[in-house]
């Protein structure tokens, strides 16, 4: 039987950052994960990191690659009406995001917590977590074929939507809120340049679109389409043809085609579940919340999570104080309910719901009025950029 002071369930980028973090401070922790250490360092994500998850990321010490490699945007474009238009982020709001993709994230963390002999078990086989009412929870997994059980104070349940830690809570102790999308993303990765220097958020008769990077060589591009749509019906060539159609015009000539190297369709939800806290567990990120990518706030949301919950722990083990620990719930849902506002607001003014031709000539005359008044363009940028942070009252000896 081995013992840890926080078991973290789930080796993505919120319970890599967590375990750091919480290293940092001399809190014990231990990572179990599902999938193998290649596949999770392998996974494609999103890619707009807000400043509070860049400098997160920095005090977390694991940023140095990102602030070498990343793209600093100022704004991003609205597309629409065959115009575009571009909202100044900086100008707006004095902030600014940073394009640096999930998968690096997770790379640089993992480095990071192996070469520091973190505790990262890949590969842990239906994984169980018990207790977490009480003071001692437990969490048990197989491996090789041998049952391991894992004594802890605390378990956060990093393992995202299909994880086993919400699955573990008893329906009756918590509430969810879903609202699932009519359409999904089809995406494409491709080793061109990006047809713009930054973001362009398409709205089309024909659907949504979005002009994404990952580097000043390698493009992600998105398209709107049916949840019943097959990937292989989805060449190359009919994926640049239909994205320039999408496109004003002056920007689908910039588009440089090129082989995809990635290419997937991923279904749209709003998820939020509450509370956040049942005893001694935690849900943490994609566990606890998901949301349209539409604005990026996923990995985002995910790393604030992190935030509070690391602080929390901290204070705990160094007061015995569980005011963080108690707030942690209502802090975050603060949070997560803005930006699940967000995203939706985002995807209802550039996506196509229906073929009613009403509900395409409001969302022209929305984006019209938005991009002619300064306080609604403040108000977007405010969002897109990311809200400001709680200050959270921590003991002086962690000050």
């Known amino acids: 039987m081995a013992r840890t002071q926080v078991a973290i369930i789930g080796a993505g980028p919120s319970g890599l950052l967590l375990s750091q973090l919480l290293h940092q401070h001399g809190v014990d922790s231990v990572i179990l994960e ?37 793209l600093v945007h100022d704004g991003f474009a609205l597309g629409f009406d065959g115009k575009s238009f571009r909202v100044d982020l900086k100008g707006l709001t004095g902030d600014t995001v940073s394009v640096y993709g999930q998968t690096e994230v997770t790379k640089d963390l993992m480095e990071t917590r192996i070469a520091a002999g973190g505790r990262l078990i890949f590969e842990a086989q239906d994984v169980t977590v018990e207790g977490f009412d009480g003071t001692h929870p437990t969490v048990r997994y197989s491996q090789d074929g041998r049952i391991h059980t894992l004594t802890c104070d605390f378990v956060a349940g990093c393992d995202g939507y299909h994880g086993v830690c919400r699955r573990s809570i008893p329906l009756q102790a918590m509430q969810s809120f879903e609202r699932i999308y009519p359409f999904g993303w089809l995406g494409i990765l491709a080793d061109v340049p990006p047809a713009a220097r930054e973001l362009i958020y398409s709205n089309h008769e024909r659907g ?38 999408r496109l004003p015009a002056s920007v689908a000539e910039a588009v440089v085609t090129g082989p995809s190297i990635e290419k997937s369709i991923a279904p749209l939800r709003s ?107 403040t108000s977007v940028a405010e969002n897109y950029v990311g809200l400001p942070f709680e200050s959270v009252l921590v003991s002086d000896r962690q000050r």
């Open 208 to 245: 949504f679109a979005l002009c994404s990077m990952r580097s000043l060589q390698r493009s992600r591009y998105y398209l709107q389409c049916g949840l019943e749509e097959k990937l292989e019906a989805w060449t190359d060539v009919r994926f640049w043809d239909e994205l320039r159609r």
């Open 34 to 70: 599902r999938q193998s250490r290649e596949y999770v360092a392998g996974r494609i994500r999103a890619g707009v990191l807000e400043q509070g998850t860049v400098d997160l990321l920095v005090q977390a010490k694991v940023g140095a690659r990102m602030l070498s490699e990343r």
């Open 271 to 377: 998820f939020v579940v509450e509370p956040l806290k049942f005893g001694r567990l935690f849900l943490v990120g994609d566990a606890a919340h998901i949301v349209p990518p539409t604005g990026a706030k996923g990995l985002n949301l995910a790393a604030a999570d992190v935030r509070v919950l690391y602080q929390a722990l901290v204070e705990y083990y160094r007061t015995g104080r569980e005011e963080l620990i108690d707030r942690y719930s209502a802090q975050c849902l603060r949070r997560i309910w803005k930006a699940v506002r967000f995203s939706w607001w985002f995807t209802s003014i550039t996506h196509k719901f229906s073929d009613d031709p009403l509900s395409h000539r409001l969302q022209l005359a929305e984006l019209d009025y938005l991009t002619g008044s300064s306080a609604a363009l």
